[in-house]
C-alpha cells in the first residue's frame, strides 16, 4: 500500500526537517573503496562494520548483513555490530537466515539471542534467557535493565517500574532508560515520582534526549501536550534517530488533533525502527480518527504482525473491519482478541452481536455462547445486570432459551431484566407471561396424558 502524502503545516517543518531522506552520493564511491580493499584482503572487523553500513544505507540488506556478521566473527565483542545485525531483522520469520552466517557461538552470542529475542517482542522466551544470564552475572545492571524492559513490553508495570527503580538505587547517576522508567510512572499516573525523576534527570544533564524524554512524559501526565512537544523536540534536536521522542510526539499531536503532524512523527519513528509496533499503533488510530479505514487495516495489521499475542492489537483490527462491514474478519479478529485476553468483556460482547445480527447465516448458538462468556456466567449463578451491554446480552439469552424450550433459564434472565428495570422492562414481561404460558400448557398436556 502506497503512503498518503498529508502536507504539513509550514510551521511545522522546522520541528521534522525534509520530508524525503535524500541520497548520499558518498555511499557509493565508499563501496567502491571498501571492494578494492576488500579485494586486497585489507579489511579489519571495523572496516567490515563500516562496508556493512554502507550496504544498508544503499538498501543491500543480504549484504549489509553478511559484513556485520564478518565483523562479529574477526571481534567477537563488537557489541555495536551484533546490534546492527540483528536490527536487520523485522520479525521472527527473517531470523532463520542467521543459520547461514556462522556466527560465534563465545559468551557474546546468550547476550545477542536474548537481545534479539526483546527487540522481536518475544518477551516471555527473553525473560527466560535473561533469568539464565542474571545468574551468570549476578551483578550486571544491563540484564537488570533488560530484564525490566522485558516486563514493560509484557504490560507487567509494576515488575517493571520495580526493576527500574532498584536500578535507579544502584546508580543515581545513570540516566540509561529513564525514558522507559518514564513511560511506566506515565502509564501508572504516578505524578509525584515522575516528577521527582524529571528534575533529578535535569540537575545531572539537561542536554540528554532521555532527560527531554521524561520532562515530555511529565508535562503529557498534566496534559500540557504543546509543552510536552516541545521537550521530545528538543529531544531530536539532540539525537534525530531518538525513536522513543518520534514515538511520545506522535501521541502528543494525536492529543492535539494534529493528524499532519502525528502521521509525520510516526512515520520517522517506522523508518527508524519498522519493529515499533506503537508507532504502527499510532498511525492505525490516526487514520481512524481521520475516517480513512482502510489505512487504518494497513497500519493495525503491521503492528500485530509485530505483536500477535496483545489482545489490543487485534481488538482494533477488529474494530476497523467493522466498520468496513468485514463481519466475517472482525469476528476472527475478536476471537484472536479473547484468547488472549479471555475477559475482554467488550469484544465477547461484539461477538456476540456478530453471530446474532451480521454474520450469514446466523449463529444464534455461538451468540448465546459468547453473551454468556461476557457475562461470565454458570448456570447456577445469580444474574447482576450492571450495564447496558450486559442487559443487551440479557434480552437476547432469555429470548434464546425460550426458544429453546427452556424455560427456567429464560425466566432466569427475564427476571434480571426486570430487577434491573430500563427500556426493556416491557419485554421481560412478555418474555415471562409467554413462558408461563407455555410451562402451564406443557403441564396440562402431560397431566391429560
Not at 554502507?54 to 543491500?60: F, I, S, Y
Not at 448465546?368 to 445469580?382: I, R
Amino acid at each position: 500500500m502506497h503512503k498518503l502524502e498529508i502536507v504539513f503545516p509550514p510551521r511545522l517543518r522546522h520541528v521534522f526537517g525534509p520530508q524525503s531522506k535524500g541520497s548520499n552520493e558518498a555511499l557509493t564511491e565508499l563501496r567502491r573503496l571498501l571492494v578494492a580493499q576488500d579485494a586486497k584482503g585489507k579489511l579489519d572487523g571495523f572496516a567490515c562494520y563500516l562496508y556493512g553500513i554502507v550496504q544498508r544505507e544503499l538498501g543491500q540488506r543480504s549484504e549489509a548483513a553478511e559484513q556485520f556478521a564478518r565483523a562479529v566473527r574477526m571481534v567477537p565483542e563488537f557489541w555495536g555490530a551484533w546490534r546492527d545485525l540483528g536490527a536487520l531483522f523485522i520479525d521472527s520469520s527473517e531470523t532463520s537466515q542467521l543459520a547461514q552466517l556462522q556466527l560465534p557461538t563465545n559468551w557474546m552470542w546468550p547476550l545477542f539471542a536474548a537481545w534479539l529475542s526483546l527487540e522481536l517482542q518475544h518477551n516471555e522466551e527473553a525473560l527466560q534467557q535473561y533469568e539464565h544470564l542474571g545468574d551468570l552475572y549476578p551483578g550486571s545492571s544491563y540484564v537488570r535493565a533488560q530484564t525490566a524492559l522485558a516486563h514493560y513490553n509484557l504490560r507487567e508495570f509494576d515488575e517493571a517500574e520495580e526493576g527500574f527503580r532498584q536500578l535507579r538505587e544502584r546508580d543515581p547517576h545513570s540516566l540509561e532508560h529513564v525514558d522507559t522508567y518514564s513511560n511506566i510512572l506515565y502509564v501508572k499516573e504516578m505524578k509525584p515520582e515522575l516528577s521527582y525523576l524529571a528534575h533529578e534527570a535535569c540537575r545531572i544533564d539537561r542536554f540528554r534526549a532521555e532527560t527531554c524524554c521524561a520532562v515530555g512524559n511529565y508535562y503529557s501526565l498534566r496534559n500540557r501536550h504543546q509543552k510536552a512537544v516541545q521537550y521530545f523536540e528538543r529531544a531530536l534536536k539532540l539525537n534525530r534517530r531518538y525513536l522513543s521522542a518520534w514515538t511520545l510526539m506522535g501521541h502528543e499531536y494525536v492529543e492535539l488533533k494534529n493528524a499532519p503532524a502525528a502521521i509525520e512523527a510516526y512515520r520517522r519513528a517506522v523508518e527508524i525502527n519498522p519493529r515499533d509496533y506503537r508507532a504502527w499503533y499510532g498511525l492505525g488510530q490516526t487514520y481512524e480518527l481521520l475516517y480513512m479505514p482502510l489505512y487504518s487495516v494497513y497500519y493495525y495489521s503491521q503492528a500485530q504482525r509485530l505483536r500477535p499475542y496483545d489482545a489490543r492489537m487485534w481488538t482494533a483490527l477488529a474494530h476497523t473491519h467493522k466498520g468496513l462491514g468485514r463481519w466475517a474478519d472482525a469476528a476472527k479478529c475478536y476471537e484472536r482478541a479473547v484468547a488472549y485476553n479471555e475477559g475482554d468483556v467488550a469484544s465477547l460482547h461484539e461477538l456476540g452481536v456478530l453471530y446474532r445480527d451480521r454474520i450469514t447465516p446466523r449463529n444464534p448458538e455461538k451468540a448465546a455462547f459468547y453473551f454468556m462468556k461476557a457475562l461470565d456466567l454458570d448456570s447456577d449463578v445469580q444474574i447482576q445486570i450492571d450495564s447496558e451491554l450486559a442487559l443487551e446480552a440479557c434480552v437476547f439469552l432469555a429470548q434464546h432459551f425460550k426458544d429453546l424450550g427452556q424455560y427456567d433459564k429464560a425466566r432466569k434472565f427475564a427476571n434480571s431484566i426486570l430487577a434491573f428495570g430500563g427500556k426493556h422492562k416491557e419485554t421481560a414481561k412478555d418474555i415471562v407471561r409467554s413462558v408461563s404460558a407455555l410451562q402451564a400448557a406443557s403441564s396440562a398436556q402431560g397431566s391429560t396424558v
